[in-house]
C-alpha cells in the first residue's frame, strides 16, 4: 500500500518466490519507475488507500511503510480498508512517522500530514479491529541527532536546505545506521526512533 518505485516489492517476492504480490500508489509516476521491473508474479494498480480494489479477504500480509500518515490520508479509513482485504488472521505490517511534536519542514517538504505517538498508534489499531503483535522505535540510532537539526531549522538556527539530502556523507552515516539498528531489531524492540513500525494480526 502506497508501493512507490517497487522496491519493496522484490523484496517481498524475494522472501517469498511463489507468492503473489501487488502494489498500489496514487502517484502515476512512481508507477511508471515500478512497472519495467516487474516480474510475472508482481502487479501494479492505481489507487486510493481509501478504497483498495480488491475483494474482502485476499491477502495474507498488507505491508504500508510511510503511507499512512501522508497528508490527506484517514487512518480509520485506510485500516478498515486495509483489515477488509486480508484473510482471517493476516498480518499488517505499517510504519508511520513519530513524535507529534516533531512536525516541521521536513515533514512538509515529504508530504507528511501527522506523526502519531505510540499510545495513540496501538489505540487506533486495537480500534480497527487488529491485534497487535509487535511495536517498535526506527530510524533510532541517528534520532537525536536529527531532532537537533530539525529543532535547529525550526528555529531558523541552521539552514533546512536539501544539501543535508545529497550528501554521500550524510546518506553513507543513514545506511550504516539502519544496517546495524536492522540487527537489533532482530532482538529487541528499540525504545524510540523517528518511526513507529507496528507487526499486527486481523483480530477473527
Known amino acids: 500500500i502506497g508501493c512507490?518505485?517497487?522496491?519493496?516489492?522484490?523484496?517481498?517476492?524475494?522472501?517469498?518466490?511463489?507468492?503473489?504480490?501487488?502494489g498500489i500508489d496514487l502517484n502515476p509516476v512512481a508507477l511508471s519507475h515500478?512497472?519495467?521491473?516487474?516480474?510475472?508474479?508482481?502487479?501494479?494498480?492505481?489507487a486510493n488507500l481509501h478504497w483498495l480494489p480488491f475483494e474482502d479477504a485476499t491477502f495474507d500480509l498488507a505491508l504500508a511503510l510511510?503511507?499512512?500518515?501522508?497528508?490527506?490520508?484517514?487512518?480509520?479509513?485506510g485500516l478498515a480498508e486495509a483489515?477488509?482485504?486480508?484473510?482471517?488472521?493476516?498480518?499488517?505490517?505499517?510504519?508511520?512517522?513519530?513524535?507529534?511534536?516533531l512536525h516541521g519542514a521536513h515533514d512538509v517538504a515529504f508530504n507528511t500530514g501527522r506523526r502519531y505517538a505510540r499510545k495513540e498508534l496501538i489505540q487506533v489499531l486495537e480500534e480497527a479491529g487488529f491485534v497487535l503483535r509487535r511495536?517498535?522505535?526506527?530510524?533510532?540510532l541517528l534520532s537525536p541527532l536529527v531532532i537537533a537539526m530539525r529543532l535547529l531549522q525550526r528555529m531558523r538556527e541552521i539552514d533546512p536546505g536539501v544539501n543535508v539530502y545529497l550528501s554521500p556523507a550524510?546518506?553513507?552515516?543513514?545506511?550504516?545506521?539502519?544496517?546495524?539498528?536492522?540487527?537489533?531489531?532482530?532482538?529487541?524492540?528499540?525504545?524510540?526512533?523517528l518511526s513507529l513500525i507496528a507487526l499486527a494480526q486481523k483480530s477473527d
Open 135 to 140: 511495536i517498535t522505535g526506527a530510524n533510532s
Open 83 to 101: 483489515r477488509r482485504v486480508l484473510c482471517p488472521r493476516g498480518w499488517l505490517v505499517l510504519r508511520v512517522s513519530a513524535y507529534p511534536w
Open 4 to 22: 512507490g518505485s517497487g522496491t519493496m516489492l522484490h523484496v517481498l517476492s524475494k522472501l517469498q518466490p511463489s507468492a503473489q504480490v501487488e
Open 170 to 193: 550524510a546518506n553513507g552515516a543513514i545506511e550504516w545506521a539502519l544496517w546495524l539498528e536492522s540487527h537489533l531489531l532482530r532482538a529487541a524492540n528499540l525504545p524510540f526512533g
Open 66 to 77: 510511510d503511507t499512512f500518515d501522508q497528508n490527506a490520508v484517514d487512518l480509520t479509513v
Open 34 to 46: 515500478a512497472q519495467p521491473q516487474l516480474s510475472a508474479n508482481q502487479h501494479l494498480m492505481q
